[in-house]
């Protein structure tokens, strides 16, 4: 049962303008969520997270929104660079669990044309 | 800071034969470490989490006799695939985490499995 939900599995966009993408959870106990990005035989890298208490972080070009009431979130990159040629996957933590496992989405690949 | 390192980034064995991945975090002691199994075009797809010193919890349907995670140091996981079939040739990632309160994971860079 998939509770992390990433639809849209590829994104292509011209350089310099907004990427979006989007993020769908099913379980009302994640509180903590997490962007990571992820070149080919690599491990992913984390890019950005936000707490259930916020509805938006902003970190440089990255900026991830939370609406808590439709469990969904998302994350804009602007502007996009090439380099932000990569996957994403978005991640889910509930605060209760212990060891703070981590739920993934399947990833979206996201292709920046220069 | 937080970088994690794996050993071997890739392997190839033939089946039948057991092979040891290791997962180091080298500028942060990781109280957790989580192993992961990824699928071509699928989800990162969690096997099971340990803590220093104690048992690693195995999610459902992994195999805990076929794959051995020890936890022995605050820096040093490994995981053991024993007895390797063709089926278990995927990519290997373990993350760290620096502690219960911490959510972000570290991830390594990835191990390759083939088994022929």
């Known amino acids: 049962d998939q509770q992390v939900k990433q639809n849209s599995p590829s994104l292509s966009v011209q350089e310099g303008r907004i990427s979006i993408l989007n993020c769908d959870y099913t379980n009302s106990m994640f509180d903590y969520f997490l962007w990571y990005k992820k070149y080919p035989a690599e491990g992913p890298t984390f890019l950005i997270s936000?707490?259930?208490?916020?509805d938006k972080n902003e970190d440089g070009r990255f900026t991830v929104f939370l609406n808590k009431s439709a469990k969904h979130l998302s994350l804009h990159i602007v502007p996009s660079q090439p380099g932000d040629s990569a996957v994403y996957f978005c991640?889910?933590?509930?605060?209760?669990?212990?060891?703070?496992?981590?739920?993934f989405g399947k990833g979206n690949q996201v292709v920046v044309i220069p | 800071g937080a970088v994690v390192s794996q050993h071997p980034s890739r392997v190839i064995c033939k089946s039948g034969t057991s092979v040891k991945i290791e997962c180091r975090s080298l500028d942060f002691q990781a109280t957790t470490m989580f192993w992961y199994r990824q699928f071509p075009k699928k989800s990162l797809m969690l096997m099971a989490t340990?803590?220093?010193?104690?048992?690693?919890?195995?999610e459902q349907g992994v195999e805990k006799d076929k794959f051995l995670i020890n936890h022995a140091s605050l820096t040093l996981s490994t995981l053991t695939v024993t007895s390797a079939h063709p089926e278990d040739s995927s990519f290997y990632i373990c993350?760290?985490?620096?502690?219960?309160?911490?959510?972000?994971?570290?991830f390594g860079p990835g191990t390759r499995l083939t088994v022929t």
């Open positions: 991640a889910a933590s509930a605060s209760g669990g212990g060891n703070n496992r981590l739920a």
């Open positions: 993350s760290a985490s620096q502690g219960a309160h911490s959510y972000e994971q570290y």
């Open positions: 340990s803590n220093e010193g104690s048992k690693a919890t195995y």
């Open positions: 936000i707490s259930s208490i916020k």
